[in-house]
C-alpha cells in the first residue's frame, strides 16, 4: 500500500456530540466516510465462528438494496473478509485493482454488492476498522468506493473517535447483545489458562475441578469456536474477543 492511495489531510474530525443517540451517530460516521468518496458501508458486530449477521447489524448501506434476515443469514463469522476485519490493529485499507488483494472477492459481504446490481466500481476501494472493547463489543466497519481518498493519518483519528464514542454509548446502553455462541465464563477461564501453557492436571488443581470436566469445557469451546484442537480454538477465542492473555 502506497501514500499515493490516500488524499491529503485537510478536514478536522468533529463527530462525537455529547448525548448523540447511536443512530445519529452513526449518520454522522456515514457522513463522515462519504466525504471521503464512501458508496456502501455496513457497521457491525462481529459473528462469531459458525453463526450469521442476525440482529449484530447497527447500520448498513450496502448496496441499493436493504439487508432482510435472509441477506443476513448468508454473511457468518467465517466469511474471509470479517475474518481479516477481527485481528486487524489499525484501519486498513485495501483496493481491488491489486492481485493480492482477490481474496476480498471472496467475501460474501462482495456477493450482495454483485447481486445487488451496483457497479463493480463503486466496490474497488476498501476500509476495514476494527473497534474491539475486550469483554464489551467487537465491531467491524466496511467501507467501499471507487476511490476512497482519506490520509492515514485522518482515518486512525477517526477510527479513534469511533472507538471512544461507542464505548461511551454502550456504557450508558448496550449498544451490542452478547452475541450467539459466547463462551461461557467458565470456559473462558480454562481456555485463559490452556493459553498460559497450563495442563488439564494444572487448571483442575487450581480450579478445584476434576481434569474430566476441563476436557469438558476445552471440548465445548472448540465446538462453538469451530476449531479442530487446542491450538486453533485458543487462537479463534482470541480472534473473536473471548479471551486474552493475562
Not at 46 to 58: A, H, N, Q, S, Y
Not at 114 to 119: A, E
Not at 200 to 212: F, H, K, M, T, V
Not at 224 to 242: F, H, I, L, P
Amino acid at each position: 500500500m502506497t501514500d499515493s492511495r490516500w488524499g491529503p489531510s485537510e478536514n478536522p474530525i468533529s463527530i462525537g456530540q455529547q448525548g448523540r443517540t447511536p443512530q445519529a451517530f452513526f449518520e454522522s460516521v456515514v457522513n463522515r466516510f462519504r466525504s471521503f468518496g464512501a458508496e456502501h458501508l455496513l457497521i457491525t458486530g462481529l459473528p462469531l465462528p459458525g453463526r450469521d449477521l442476525g440482529k449484530l447489524v447497527l447500520y448498513q448501506n450496502w448496496g441499493d438494496i436493504v439487508l432482510s434476515s435472509a441477506h443476513l443469514a448468508q454473511v457468518r463469522g467465517s466469511d474471509v473478509l470479517l475474518r481479516r476485519i477481527a485481528v486487524l490493529d489499525k484501519p486498513t485499507y485495501w483496493n481491488l485493482d491489486d492481485r493480492e488483494n482477490s481474496w476480498i472477492l471472496e467475501s460474501s459481504l462482495i456477493s450482495l454488492l454483485q447481486r445487488s446490481g451496483v457497479n463493480p466500481r463503486s466496490y474497488r476501494s476498501f476500509v476495514g476498522i476494527h473497534v474491539h472493547h475486550f469483554n464489551v463489543m467487537q465491531v467491524a466497519i466496511c467501507v467501499a468506493g471507487a476511490e476512497l481518498s482519506v490520509s492515514k493519518r485522518e482515518l486512525s483519528a477517526l477510527s479513534t473517535t469511533i472507538q471512544h464514542e461507542l464505548a461511551e454509548m454502550h456504557s450508558v446502553h448496550p449498544i451490542l447483545s452478547s452475541r450467539p455462541g459466547e463462551l461461557s465464563s467458565r470456559e473462558k477461564l480454562v481456555l485463559s489458562l490452556t493459553a498460559e501453557g497450563k495442563t488439564a492436571g494444572d487448571i483442575a488443581e487450581e480450579l478445584q475441578i476434576s481434569q474430566r470436566t476441563v476436557h469438558a469445557h476445552l471440548q465445548n469451546a472448540s465446538e462453538k469456536m469451530q476449531a479442530s484442537n487446542k491450538t486453533q480454538t485458543v487462537v479463534e477465542a482470541m480472534r473473536y474477543g473471548q479471551i486474552q492473555l493475562r
